[in-house]
C-alpha cells in the first residue's frame, strides 16, 4: 500500500512575510509587527535588508513612544540589525534612526546618524525632522546648515518642519532664509511649505507677506484656508478673519473641519453663528470645538448655555471646565466655584497651576479668607507650591486680605524672582495701603541686580507716590518713564495723572493728559476725579462733557467723580442730573458710593427728606458710609433730630465703629449739649475706644 505525503496549500516564504507586515503598516493587521518577525526567525527563513526595511516601517507605525513593551521590541529589532550587518544599508538605518526618533530616544538616534559611513538626502531629512518634532530646533537647525553646507537639498517635509521654530523664537532672519532656499529649489510651490511659510509670517507680525503667499496659492486646501483664518485670529484681526472664512465657505471646494471653528473662536469671533455651524457640519461630537465653544460661552458670561454644553460633550475636559469654574471666580461667585473644585477633585482631575490661578482670582475680599486659606493648603499638598504662577496668585490673593506678612513670606520662598514675582509683591504692597513696604522691596530689587523695572513697577510705585503725597519721588519716576519710553502705555499715564492731583499738582497732570494722543475712559476718570479731588469742581464737570463730545462712554467710577465734585461744589440740580443720566440714560445701576456721595450732596444743602427718600428708595441695604454721609451733613447744619435717628441706624449696622461715637459727640457739641456729650463719651470707653476721646475733642 502506498501511502501518500501531505499535500502543502502554501509555503511561509519571505514575501509571504513582507506582505504581513505591510498590512501593518497600513493598518490591515492587527498582529504586532514584532510577533510577525518573531515567527519569521522561528522559521529556517532569513531575512533580508528589504524585510528589516518593512519591519521597521511597520514598528513605527504600531510602537508607543516611551512604552516599556515598546522599548524592549525595538532594542530586539536593532540587535539583530547589528548581529545580521543589515545595518550598514543606509536606508535600513535611516529607518530604524527616524523610529528612534518618533520613539523619542533622540540621543540614541542622533548617536546613529554620527556612525552612518555615508548618508543620503533621506537620512538628513530624517535627523532634521527628528529634532524638530521632539522640540530640539536648535539640533535640527544646526543639521540644517550642515546638510546645505554638504551639498544636500532639503525635502518640504524639512522646510516646513523648520519654519514653526523660527517663527517661536523671533529667528525672523532664519526664517526668511528657509524662504529663499525654498523659493530656489521651486519648493515653494509645494502647498505644505507654503502653508508652514504663511504660519510664519503671521507670528513674526507679518501680515503683508503671508497675505501674499496666500493670494498666489492656486490650489488651496483646508489647511491653507485654516493657517490664514489662524494668522489673522493670532494678531487679533477679528473681521479679516471673518472675511477669508466667508471666502473659504463660499468657495465650497473645500470643508470645514474643526480647525477653522477653533481658529474663529480664538478670534472672539460671535459664537452663537458658529454653534449653530458646528451643530449643521455634525462637529457636535468634536470634544476640542466643544471645549472651545464651551470657553467662548463662558468668556462672554453665558454660563447657563456653557455648563450645558460641557454636559453635552462625550468626554470630561479639565480645559472647558477650568474656562467655567474661572468665570464663576471673576463674578466672585466662590460658592460654584467651591462645588466645582470638589468635582473636579472627585473626578481624579489633575488641577494644573492655570486652573487653580484663575479660582484664586476669585478670592477678592476678606469674607473669602476660609476659602482662600484652604486652597493654599491644596497647593502645598499637589506641590503646586513650587510654580512661580501659583506662588504670584496666593501673593496677589493674600494682598486682597491685607495681609502683607504673608504676602511676603510667600515671596521669600520662591526659588526664582521674575519680575512679575516683585511686581505682585509692589502692586499688592500699594493695593493694601501699605506703600513704605512697597518702595523697599523695589528697593531690594534694585539691590539685587534682579529684572529691569517695567511699566507695570512704575506704575504701582505712582499709586505708593499717590498714597504718601510723594511728589518729588513722582517727578523722579516721571522721568525714568520718559526716558524708558513708557509713556505710550496709557495706564501708565493714568496713574501718572492720579499722582500729579493727590499730590496737589492739577497743572502737571494736565500737561500729561495732553500729551495723551487718545485718553481712554480710565484716563479722564482720572483726571475728573483729580479735578474734583483739587476743589475744580467746574473743570471736573467740563471734563466730564469733553470726554462725551469724544464719543466714549461713561462708567461707575466717570460718575463717582462726577457726584465727588457736585458735592464739593455744592451743585446740587447738576448732581440730580448726573444721578438720573447715569441710571437712565447708561444703564448704571449706582453702588453704595454713589449713594453716599448723592446723600451727602442733598444733607448739606439741608434737603434732608430728600435724602432720607433717597435712602428708602435704595435697592440694597444702606451702610455705614451712606449713613456716616448723612450725620455728617447733620453736624454741619446742627441737625440734632435727624442726627439723631441716623446715629440709631448706624449704632444697628455696627456698634462697634468708633468713628459713630466721634460723629454724635461732635453733634451734641455743635449745639452745647455737653450732658449728650459725656455720656456719648462714655458709652466710647465702655466699649474700649478711649483712643477716640482724643479724636473728638480736636474737632
Not at 522599548?71 to 535600513?92: A, E, M, P, Q
Not at 488651496?220 to 477679528?238: D, L, P
Not at 504673608?406 to 509683591?425: G, R
Not at 493694601?432 to 530689587?445: D, N, P, R, V
Request: hydrophobic share 40%; aromatic share 10%.
Amino acid at each position: 500500500m502506498r501511502i501518500s505525503k501531505p499535500i502543502t496549500l502554501f509555503t511561509k516564504d519571505l514575501s509571504f512575510y513582507h506582505s504581513l507586515l505591510r498590512s501593518c503598516v497600513h493598518g490591515d493587521n492587527s498582529s504586532s509587527p514584532v510577533t510577525i518577525f518573531r515567527d519569521l526567525l522561528r522559521s529556517s527563513l532569513i531575512p533580508n535588508h528589504f524585510t528589516m526595511s518593512i519591519l521597521l516601517q511597520a514598528s513605527s507605525a504600531s510602537l508607543s513612544p516611551h512604552n516599556h513593551a515598546s522599548v524592549g521590541s525595538l532594542s530586539l529589532v536593532h540587535t539583530h540589525l547589528k548581529k545580521s550587518g543589515i545595518d550598514r544599508f543606509v536606508y535600513v538605518k535611516t529607518s530604524l534612526l527616524d523610529l528612534y526618533m518618533k520613539m523619542g530616544f533622540v540621543a540614541t538616534a542622533g548617536k546613529l546618524f554620527d556612525e552612518m559611513p555615508e548618508r543620503d538626502t533621506v537620512a538628513w531629512n530624517a535627523i532634521i525632522c527628528g529634532y524638530s518634532r521632539n522640540g530640539c530646533e536648535l539640533g535640527a537647525w544646526h543639521h540644517f546648515v550642515v546638510m546645505l553646507q554638504q551639498g544636500f537639498l532639503p525635502s518640504a517635509t524639512t522646510l516646513a518642519s523648520l519654519l514653526p521654530f523660527c517663527g517661536q523664537c523671533g529667528f525672523v532672519s532664519q526664517g526668511r532664509s528657509v524662504h529663499c532656499i525654498a523659493s530656489k529649489s521651486g519648493l515653494e510651490l509645494d502647498s505644505q511649505v507654503k502653508n508652514a511659510l504663511i504660519s510664519f509670517y503671521s507670528k513674526c507680525t507679518e501680515l503683508g507677506s503671508a497675505e501674499v503667499l496666500f493670494t498666489e496659492m492656486k490650489d488651496k486646501s483646508t489647511v491653507s484656508w485654516n493657517t490664514m483664518i489662524g494668522a489673522y485670529s493670532q494678531s487679533g484681526f477679528q473681521k479679516e478673519a471673518i472675511t477669508v472664512f466667508k471666502n473659504m465657505f463660499e468657495s465650497r471646494s473645500v470643508e470645514i473641519s474643526p480647525v477653522t471653528v477653533i481658529n474663529l473662536l480664538s478670534a472672539h469671533v460671535s459664537y452663537e453663528p458658529l454653534h449653530s455651524l458646528v451643530v449643521k457640519t455634525g462637529m457636535v461630537n468634536d470634544n476640542s470645538v466643544i471645549t472651545s465653544l464651551v470657553c467662548a460661552y463662558s468668556r462672554c458670561g453665558c454660563l447657563d448655555s456653557a455648563e450645558r454644553l460641557y454636559a453635552s460633550a462625550t468626554q470630561d475636559s479639565i480645559v472647558g471646565l477650568t474656562s467655567i469654574v474661572s468665570s464663576y471666580a471673576e463674578k466672585g461667585d466662590m460658592d460654584v466655584v467651591v462645588s466645582y473644585f470638589s468635582k473636579m477633585r472627585h473626578m481624579c482631575m489633575r488641577i494644573d497651576a492655570v486652573a487653580l490661578v484663575g479660582i484664586l482670582h476669585g478670592c477678592k475680599s476678606s469674607s473669602h479668607i476660609d476659602i482662600g486659606t484652604s486652597l493654599h493648603g491644596y497647593v502645598i499638598k499637589s506641590g503646586l507650591c513650587t510654580q512661580t504662577l501659583v506662588v504670584n496668585g496666593l501673593i496677589t490673593m493674600y494682598s486682597k486680605f491685607d495681609d502683607i506678612e504673608t504676602v511676603l513670606f510667600l515671596f521669600e520662598t520662591l526659588h526664582e524672582t521674575p519680575l512679575i514675582s516683585w511686581n505682585s509683591v509692589i502692586s499688592g504692597c500699594t493695593q493694601s495701603g501699605k506703600a513704605s513696604t512697597a518702595f523697599e522691596i523695589f528697593h531690594q530689587m534694585s539691590l539685587s541686580d534682579g529684572p529691569v523695572p517695567d511699566a507695570v513697577t512704575i506704575a504701582s510705585l505712582l499709586a505708593g507716590c499717590s498714597q504718601l503725597l510723594y511728589l518729588h519721588l513722582g517727578k523722579k519716576l516721571h522721568g525714568y518713564i520718559i526716558r524708558n519710553s513708557f509713556g505710550s502705555e496709557k495706564f501708565v499715564c493714568t496713574a501718572l495723572i492720579d499722582m500729579y492731583t493727590k499730590c496737589g499738582n492739577a497743572e502737571l497732570a494736565e500737561r500729561v493728559f495732553n500729551s495723551i494722543e487718545a485718553p481712554c475712559t480710565a484716563t479722564w476718570n482720572s483726571m475728573i476725579s483729580g479735578y474734583s479731588l483739587s476743589g475744580l469742581h467746574s473743570r471736573a464737570l467740563s471734563c466730564y462733557l469733553q470726554m462725551r463730545e469724544q464719543g466714549l462712554k461713561p462708567d461707575r467710577i466717570t460718575f463717582l467723580g462726577i457726584l465727588a465734585a457736585c458735592t464739593h461744589g455744592g451743585l446740587v440740580d447738576e448732581g440730580r442730573e448726573y444721578f438720573r443720566e447715569m441710571i437712565k440714560e447708561f444703564g448704571i445701576s449706582p453702588s453704595l458710593q454713589h449713594y453716599a456721595l448723592m446723600v451727602g450732596l442733598l444733607g448739606r444743602e439741608c434737603l434732608f427728606s430728600e435724602a432720607l427718600c433717597l435712602i428708602w428708595e435704595m435697592d440694597e441695604k444702606p451702610d455705614s458710609a451712606v449713613w456716616g454721609s448723612l450725620l455728617s451733613a447733620c453736624i454741619l447744619n446742627r441737625e440734632i433730630e435727624i442726627g439723631e435717628y441716623v446715629a440709631k441706624k448706624m449704632f444697628m449696622l455696627d456698634y462697634r465703629n468708633g468713628g459713630l461715637y466721634v460723629l454724635m459727640s461732635n453733634l451734641y457739641a455743635t449745639e452745647e449739649m455737653w450732658e449728650d456729650v459725656s455720656r456719648v463719651r462714655r458709652m466710647m470707653k465702655d466699649n474700649g475706644y478711649d483712643g477716640y476721646l482724643g479724636v473728638s475733642q480736636t474737632l
